[in-house]
């Protein structure tokens, strides 16, 4: 079975461009979630969709960051325009919906070098 | 507010050894907890849930004790292949997400 497939693995753009990264989750998981990783802060939830909604949008730092779910299967993660300290790797994961959302997996994430 | 707090590490012990993290969380309301392994430059993968009874599974062995509000994880027998950051995690209740500590670094050396 694929997991969740996130593109690019790794992006190196400058400052101002705009990013955008992609995941598609696994089949039939009806939550997805993007966070972003760094040394300094950990693992942070930027927002997450249910049923290709967005429920929570709080952890999103700022308005040059969106994110869309047009469909169950696909969901893209936008800086514009980008700054260094957005270098991070972001994590899209997806999980089913048991009543609470235990397991959640992971895609592989994409390393982001904004220069 | 730090939700979920970890030693960083790292852990650095021999192999055979036996190791224990522990971490703390502050909602008193968490309801779910659940230990993840990350390997280096990889993605986190769920490694064990942790029960009010405390559970095992194989050498693992995971602990909560909710009224002093933290999880333990006990490594027995430590092999080089355990090396990895092991995040502790926490749900707040309902269907609320997945908080995540920032992750405890183990090294077993030959």
Known sequence: DAGVI??????????GQEVTLRCKPISGHDYLFWYRQTMMRGLELLIYFNNNVPIDDSGMPE???????PNASFSTLKIQPSEPRDSAVYFCASSHNRGRMNEQFFGPGTR???? | RKEVEQDPGPFNVPEGATVAFNCTYSNS???????YRQDCRKEPKLLMSVYSSGNEDGRFTAQLNRAS????????????????TYLCVVNDGGNTPLVFGKGTRLSVIA
């Open chain 1, 6 to 15: 996130q593109s690019p693995r790794h992006e190196v753009t400058e400052m």
């Open chain 1, 63 to 69: 308005d040059r960051f969106s994110a869309k779910m």
């Open chain 1, 112 to 115: 982001l070098t904004v220069l």
């Open chain 2, 29 to 35: 309301a968490s309801q779910s907890f659940f230990w």
């Open chain 2, 69 to 84: 509000q933290y999880i333990s994880l006990l490594i027995r027998d430590s092999k080089l292949s355990d090396s990895a």
